[in-house]
């Protein structure tokens, strides 16, 4: 009798089911959250954009286009989308100006990912693709490059015009533009050519007047008035300035505690003795030729008391008292002096020196002036005025973003053009390579250079332009060579931007690219969320 045969089992491999539908969700969901982000900066891009007033818990107001300021008073939630605000604050250290740029890019690149990965090429075939093209994106925009020198002024002022075309107080860009660029070059130490600390450039912002008075003063200004307590001097020539970290007035007791006093005599004593111990102290300060003292901000018990004042406005000793201790450094490398923790270590060699410290009346309040410091460091203070408080903090970003764009040219010295133009001949040069890959790799290639489309057409949209009309005459202006055709938002056409002055440094454009891939790379990589309590 013929044996039966029995089928072997199949193995569990092959009949295992493995549901990828929460992961393709998860996945979708994560993309949108961070397309809503850059949804909502996207009106705010170009010279032309939209201004966003957002309105803080604590009943705050700002104005502005700033997309790093815009995302990171946005109160966002969902993880992804976080990643969106990291990546404007990423370009704003980076670079300084793009952060609306950045965002933008990278919306459209996740939209092209939800695509792609809709035909269902798998993530990792996408995240590979956009690895390459940004390489590819930046042989493409250095190649594109035009070397600038520091020397060469003007061109350091077309770029800062460039970044302050898009702002607020884009009206007073003839002045601000100039005042960044002489910032930025009187902070660059030969020592270290290629690197600038914004942190030597001082921002004092003052209410009164308007941006039109906005200054670069050569040393240093306090918003704040002189001591007037006893009538002590406001104006002091050849200044010899100390920067003071103890405090001129009557010790206290390590321990809370009280004392009685019962007897005038026992009063007496104590207000001698307070007096003898502050006179000495200011005899010690005038002994070295002190005329002018910074006391630092005190903490712990008042830095002076009428009594001090009194003594030091008859030593005619000009005061200015409340220094925060942030500035300390500033104010030392500027006046290059060393600060001084104790009286016992108040020495002439430890000195500032100035021809002039005076109190200013500017609107409705009193600034210092100290002008014509011997030794000074390499740093310089730009006094932002203003109509309003909402003009000037818009203004001091507007600046920011200025002595930025200036900094980035001196960490590397090449232009580019504006106006779209990068990102059209981009787009060009990333089709023409699509087809010469093979496979998948060139299908999402494709489909990348089209995402880069999206600063132009934002900046036709946000101009009131024909987007579709004025893009394709752009593109047909690219295939025929022109490199540097860019959208010209003034007069609605295509021009040589180039020509037009419209340009920025070429760090802006690589650094945008460069962390716009990043991000979109790694929110595409995400296929779960895991909460931990």
């Not at 207000?271 to 005899?283: A, H, S, T």
């Not at 002994?287 to 018990?301: D, F, H, Y």
């Not at 001090?308 to 008859?314: N, V």
């Amino acid at each position: 009798m013929a044996a039966i045969a029995v089928p072997k089992p199949r193995s569990s491999k092959t009949e295992s089911y493995v549901d990828n539908k929460r992961k393709e969700d998860i996945r979708h969901a994560n993309i949108v959250a961070a397309r809503a982000v850059a949804d909502a900066v996207r009106t705010s891009l170009g010279p032309k954009g939209m201004d966003k007033m957002i309105s803080t818990a604590s009943s705050e107001v700002i104005i502005t286009n700033d997309g790093a300021t815009i995302l990171n008073k946005m109160e966002v939630l969902q993880p992804a989308a976080k990643m969106l605000v990291e990546l404007s604050k990423s370009q704003d250290a980076a670079a300084g100006d793009g952060t609306t740029t950045v965002v933008v890019i990278a919306g459209a690149l996740l939209e092209q990912c939800l695509l792609l990965l809709s035909h269902g090429i798998h993530p990792t075939v996408i995240s590979d693709s956009l690895h390459k093209v940004s390489f590819k994106a930046i042989d493409v925009l250095t190649a594109m490059a035009v070397p600038v020198e520091l020397s060469d002024r003007e061109s350091l002022i077309k770029s800062a015009s460039t970044s302050l075309n898009s702002k607020v107080v884009s009206q007073y860009s003839t002045l601000l533009a100039p005042l960044a660029v002489d910032a930025v070059l009187s902070v660059v130490d030969p020592a270290k050519p290629d690197m600038v600390d914004l942190r030597d450039i001082k921002i004092v912002k003052k209410l009164g007047g308007t941006v039109d008075d906005t200054e670069l003063v050569k040393g240093l200004v306090f918003d704040k008035k002189v001591s007037h307590a006893a009538g002590g001097p406001t104006r002091m020539e050849n200044a010899k300035i100390a920067v003071i970290q103890f405090q001129i007035s009557p010790p206290k007791t390590d321990i809370e505690q009280s004392i009685v006093v019962n007897d005038y005599t026992q009063m007496d004593r104590i207000l001698k003795e307070e007096r003898n111990y502050i006179l000495g102290m200011i005899k010690k300060i005038k002994a070295t030729g002190c005329n002018v003292l910074l006391i630092q901000k005190s903490i712990l018990r008042d830095a002076v008391t009428d009594l001090s004042l009194h003594y030091l406005a008859k030593a005619k000793i000009l005061v200015i008292k409340d220094v925060e201790r942030d500035e300390i450094e500033f104010i030392t490398k500027t006046l290059n002096c060393l600060p001084i923790a104790n009286i016992e270590h108040f020495r002439a060699e430890k000195l500032g020196y100035a021809n002039l410290v005076e109190e200013i009346s500017l609107g409705d309040g009193k600034i210092v002036k100290i002008t014509g410091i011997k030794d000074m460091g390499r740093t310089t203070t730009v006094l932002v005025r203003g109509s309003n408080q909402l003009v000037i903090d818009e203004a001091e970003r507007s600046l920011h973003d200025a002595l930025c764009v200036v900094r980035c040219l001196v960490n590397k010295r090449f232009l580019i053009a504006g106006g779209g133009a990068p990102e059209i001949e981009l787009s060009r040069q990333l089709r023409a390579w699509s087809k010469v890959l093979h496979g998948m790799e060139g299908y999402c290639v494709r489909h990348f250079a089209e995402a880069l489309e999206v600063i132009p057409y934002t900046l036709d949209e946000n101009a009131g332009l024909n987007s579709i009309a004025i893009v394709t005459e752009l593109k047909n202006r690219h295939a025929q060579g022109e490199i540097n055709a860019g959208i010209n938002v003034r007069k609605g056409q295509i021009t040589n931007i180039l020509e037009e002055n419209v340009v920025q440094p070429l760090l802006v454009s690589t650094s945008a690219i460069t962390l716009a891939t990043e991000c979109v790379r790694m929110i595409l990589k995400i296929d779960d969320i895991v909460t931990v309590r």
